[in-house]
């Protein structure tokens, strides 16, 4: 029931607002969490020279862009349109539809940064079929 109505007020919402919203909710909910002392911990062992406070700050974003990933899920067939949304814009698109135009094996890199799912329906809609790897690092 509380699912629905969450689905409901973000589909309510354009695309910008339910972004904006689900960051405010997830960047003030999120870092109290147990599992926020987990990436602390993990940022305090990749970059030692950071203090509390910029490790604090990079938590609530990671937080805040986690929540807006989610906020925006009810809006993922109207953002499949563009190549752009919410904090996110698919550069080099005249560099996607040469590439479908010639056809043949290419390899794009990305940033795994705001709403991962928009790219693979967004290059297809373009005419450039994938497939994607990610790669991570566990500490």
């Known amino acids: 029931m509380a699912f629905q109505a969450a689905l409901a007020v973000l589909r309510g919402l354009d695309p910008v607002q339910a ?4 960051a405010a909710v997830a960047g003030r909910f999120g ?10 911990r993990n940022l305090s062992l990749a970059f030692p020279a950071l203090d509390g406070q910029a490790r ?14 989610v906020a925006e899920l009810p809006h993922l067939a109207e953002l499949m ?6 904090g996110w814009e698919v550069a080099g698109v005249e560099i996607l ?3 479908a135009a010639r056809g043949g094996p290419a390899i794009f890199f990305s940033g795994h940064i705001g709403n991962w799912e928009m790219l ?5 809609r373009l005419g450039v079929h994938m497939g994607s790897l990610a790669a991570s690092s566990l500490a």
């Open 19 to 22: 972004s904006n919203f689900g």
């Open 31 to 40: 870092p109290p969490l147990r599992v926020s002392r987990v990436a602390e």
């Open 56 to 69: 604090r700050h990079l938590v609530r974003m990671m937080w805040e862009s986690l929540g807006r990933t």
């Open 81 to 86: 349109t563009s190549t752009s949304g919410p």
């Open 97 to 99: 539809r040469e590439q």
């Open 120 to 124: 693979p329906p967004i290059l297809a």
